[in-house]
C-alpha cells in the first residue's frame, strides 16, 4: 500500500469518534484510473476524508496519483477492499458493514469506487444500507469505464450518421434480447469471460457477422491495448493476443472512426480524435511510439 495510513482488511481502527456522532459516508467514482478524470467534488472529499474504503480498479491508481502529484501521502487511513496481490477482495457484506459501522462512529469516510458508483458498482446497495443504519450517505458521480475507455480509442459511442443510441451491458444473457443494428452501439463491461457468446449471440441478429468490434483493455493504464476487428472475428483475435480484464468491449459501427481501426473497417476521412494528449498513460508520455495502444499495436482480421 503506497501512502496514507494503512488499515488492514475490513476492521475500522485508529480514532473513531463516540456512537451517533455525525459521520458522513460519501460513494464517489473515481472515474477510469486517470487522475484528470475525477471529478473536482470527488478530489475535494478525497482531501476531506478521515478514512478512504477504496476499490482496487480505478480508485486505487487515482490515490497512488494524487500522493505522488501532492508528493506525501493523504491524510486519510485507507482501507483496500479490493483484490490485490496476495489479499482476497473484502466481501460486499463486509464493505457494507465497514461503511455503516465508520459512519456511526461519527467517521468521514469516502468509498472511492472505480468508474461511476452507480454503473455496475453495487453503489445502490452501499447506499441503501448506509440509509436503513441511519447513516449519512451521497453519491458522488464519476466518469465511467462505459464512456471514457472507448473515448481513449478513439470511440465515441454515438456519432451522427453511425449511430443514434448505446446500450450498456455486461457480457451476460441480458445481451440475448438486445435489439439493434450496427447504429445502435452495444458496450460490454465484464465482457472479457464471455466474449466469444456474446459475439456469437450479437451476430445471430441484425448486427450480422462483419459488424466492427473494439476490444479496450486497461483504459489510461501502463497495459493500455487495442484490439479491433468484427463480431465474426474477435473472439479468435482475443484469444490470439490474450486479452484480458479489465476491458471494454464496443460493438457496432462507431468503432470505424478509431484511429486503431484497420484499413479494411474504416471510415474514410473521418477517423475522431483519440482521448489521449494528457492522459496517454504515464509510461508511455515521453515516448508516443512505446504506447501500448499505438496505432501499430491495432488489431488485424
Ligand atoms: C465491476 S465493473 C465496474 C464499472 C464501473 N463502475 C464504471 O462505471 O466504469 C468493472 C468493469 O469495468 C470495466 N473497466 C473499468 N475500468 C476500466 C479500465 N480502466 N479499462 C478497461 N476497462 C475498465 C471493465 O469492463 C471491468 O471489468
Redo the contacts with the bound molecule.
Keep these: 500500500m503506497s501512502g496514507g495510513r494503512a488499515m488492514s482488511g475490513g476492521r475500522a481502527m485508529g480514532g473513531g469518534r463516540a456512537m451517533g456522532g455525525t459521520g458522513l459516508v460519501q460513494l464517489v467514482?473515481a472515474g477510469?484510473?486517470e487522475l484528470g478524470l475525477l471529478t473536482v467534488r470527488g478530489l475535494r472529499a478525497i482531501e476531506a476524508a478521515e478514512v478512504i474504503v477504496a476499490d482496487r480498479?480505478?480508485a486505487r491508481a487515482v490515490l497512488d496519483q494524487l500522493e505522488t502529484e501532492r508528493g506525501r501521502p493523504l491524510d486519510a487511513e485507507i482501507v483496500d477492499v479490493g483484490k490485490h496481490p496476495g489479499h482476497h477482495a473484502v466481501p460486499q457484506e463486509g464493505i457494507i458493514a465497514l461503511l455503516v459501522e465508520l459512519g456511526r462512529a461519527g467517521r468521514r469516510v469516502v468509498r472511492l469506487?472505480?468508474?461511476?458508483?452507480y454503473?455496475?458498482?453495487r453503489g445502490g446497495e452501499e447506499l441503501a444500507a448506509c440509509r436503513a443504519a441511519g447513516v449519512d450517505v451521497e453519491v458522488v458521480p464519476?466518469i465511467?469505464?462505459?464512456i471514457s475507455?472507448p473515448a481513449v480509442a478513439g470511440i465515441p459511442l454515438t456519432h451522427r450518421g453511425l449511430a443514434t443510441a448505446f446500450t450498456v451491458a455486461t457480457g451476460h444473457d441480458q445481451i440475448a434480447e438486445l435489439g439493434g443494428g450496427r447504429d445502435h452501439t452495444v458496450v460490454?463491461?465484464?465482457?472479457?469471460g464471455t466474449l466469444a457468446n456474446s459475439a456469437t449471440t450479437l451476430a445471430r441478429g441484425e448486427r450480422g457477422a462483419g459488424c466492427p468490434v473494439a476490444i479496450?483493455?486497461?483504459?489510461?493504464?501502463a497495459g493500455q491495448r487495442v484490439t479491433i476487428g468484427t463480431l465474426g472475428t474477435i473472439a479468435a483475435q482475443a484469444a490470439r493476443r490474450g486479452v484480458r480484464?479489465?476491458?471494454?468491449v464496443v460493438v457496432g459501427d462507431v468503432v470505424r472512426l478509431s484511429p486503431y481501426a484497420p484499413a479494411e473497417l474504416a471510415v474514410d476521412g473521418h477517423a475522431v480524435a483519440v482521448a489521449h494528449d494528457p492522459f496517454v498513460p504515464r509510461s508511455a508520455r515521453h515516448d508516443p511510439a512505446a504506447s501500448p495502444g499505438a496505432p501499430s499495436e491495432k488489431g488485424s482480421r
Design positions: 467514482g477510469p484510473g480498479l480505478g469506487k472505480g468508474g461511476d458508483p454503473v455496475f458498482g464519476g465511467t469505464s462505459a475507455v460490454l463491461l465484464m465482457g472479457v479496450v483493455e486497461d483504459g489510461y493504464g480484464s479489465p476491458a471494454v
